[in-house]
C-alpha cells in the first residue's frame, strides 16, 4: 500500500491588467497578490503542508506567487518550472501529476484559472460538506485547495480523495 500523498493546489495571486503591448504570460502581480501569495504560504505553514516537489507555471504572475509563498518555509522548496501547467486544462494538469515520482508524498501545482478549479473540483471527492459547497461557489486569485489521497500520482483521479483545506484570501 502507497504512503498517503497530499496535492496542494494554488491559483496565482492577483495581477496587473496586461497592457496593449504585453503578453498574458508576463503580467505581474499586483501588491494585492503579494499580500495574497504571503497568506497562502502562512497558511500552508500554520497547517504544516510542507511541499516536497512543486510544479508551477513559467508565467511571471505564477512565480512571483510561489516567490511570496516560500518565505513562509525554512528550506528552499524544490521547484519545476513548466510551461505545461501555464493555463493547461485539467487533463493536462493530471497527466503532467501523473509523471510526478512516488517517493514525493506532498505535490504544490501553482497555475491558473480555470484548469485549476476544475482540478479541484474533480479530486474533491469526499471532505466537509461547508468546505465543498466554499469551493464549488468560489475560485479567486489565491484559492488554496488541500486534497490527501491514497495511493500513486498516476492514478490520482481513480482514488480516494479528500478535501482537507480550501481557503480563500477573503477568508
Not at 493546489?9 to 495574497?36: C, F, P, V
Not at 487533463?91 to 503532467?96: G, I, R
Not at 517517493?103 to 476544475?118: E, F, R
Amino acid at each position: 500500500m502507497s504512503p498517503n500523498k497530499t496535492l496542494i493546489i494554488l491559483r496565482h495571486g492577483q495581477a496587473k491588467n496586461a497592457g496593449i503591448s504585453e503578453h498574458d504570460h508576463n503580467r505581474t502581480l499586483t501588491e494585492r497578490g503579494q499580500e495574497e501569495a504571503l497568506g497562502a504560504g502562512e497558511t500552508l505553514a500554520e497547517h504544516k503542508f510542507t511541499p516536497n516537489y512543486v510544479l508551477c507555471s513559467t508565467a511571471t504572475r505564477t512565480r512571483e506567487t510561489l516567490e511570496q509563498l516560500q518565505h513562509s518555509f525554512t528550506e528552499p522548496l524544490e521547484v519545476e518550472y513548466s510551461p505545461k501547467i501555464y493555463n493547461a486544462s485539467d487533463v493536462e494538469l493530471l497527466t503532467q501529476i501523473a509523471k510526478i515520482k512516488n517517493d514525493i508524498n506532498t505535490l504544490l501545482v501553482v497555475g491558473h484559472n480555470p484548469g485549476l478549479y476544475q482540478l479541484s473540483l474533480i479530486l474533491a471527492k469526499e471532505g466537509d460538506k461547508q468546505m465543498h459547497n466554499n469551493l464549488q461557489m468560489n475560485f479567486p486569485t489565491c484559492a488554496l485547495v488541500v486534497i490527501n489521497f491514497e495511493g500513486s500520482w498516476q492514478n490520482i483521479l481513480n482514488s480516494r480523495s479528500k478535501l482537507v483545506l480550501f481557503s480563500t484570501p477573503e477568508k
